[in-house]
Nanobody, 125 residues
Framework: QVQLVESGGGSVQAGGSLRLSCVASGGTSSSYCMAWFRQVPGQEREGVAY???????MYADSVKGRFTISKDNAKNTLYLQMNSLKPEDTAMYYC???????????????????WGQGTQVTVSS
């Protein structure tokens, strides 16, 4: 099992930027596919961005052109650069990891077995 710890959330005005970080430790071989999800109370967890170690990336339509997922393998750290933030981006953001690329291609949160504790992002209008 890999342990995931997110940071970087906070409150920002619409149009602003934040960068989320997720440090992976322990069984990092279980982090071939890493992703960011977000969840608003009462709603399902939504996939935001996905990345495999071979460079494959995928984004939700709602964040394309505004968010960028990246990974520093030397630091075992996944990032999510969020620009042009909108109030509808407000949510708890979670980092997820899975050993198989299959998780990244499918998109469902059910394909991921490793999760961080989440970091809150609040965007005010």
């Amino acid at each position: 099992q890999v342990q995931l710890v997110e940071s970087g959330g906070g409150s920002v005005q619409a149009g602003g930027s934040l960068r989320l970080s997720c440090v992976a430790s322990g069984g990092t071989s279980s982090s071939y596919c890493m992703a960011w999800f977000r969840q608003v109370p009462g709603q399902e967890r939504e996939g935001v961005a996905y990345k495999t170690d071979t460079g494959y990336t995928m984004y939700a339509d709602s964040v394309k052109g505004r968010f960028t997922i990246s990974k520093d393998n030397a630091k075992n750290t996944l990032y999510l650069q969020m620009n042009s933030l909108k109030p509808e981006d407000t949510a708890m953001y979670y980092c997820a990891a899975e050993a198989s690329a299959w998780a990244c291609y499918g998109g469902s949160s059910l394909r991921f077995g490793n999760w961080g504790q989440g970091t809150q992002v609040t965007v005010s209008s």
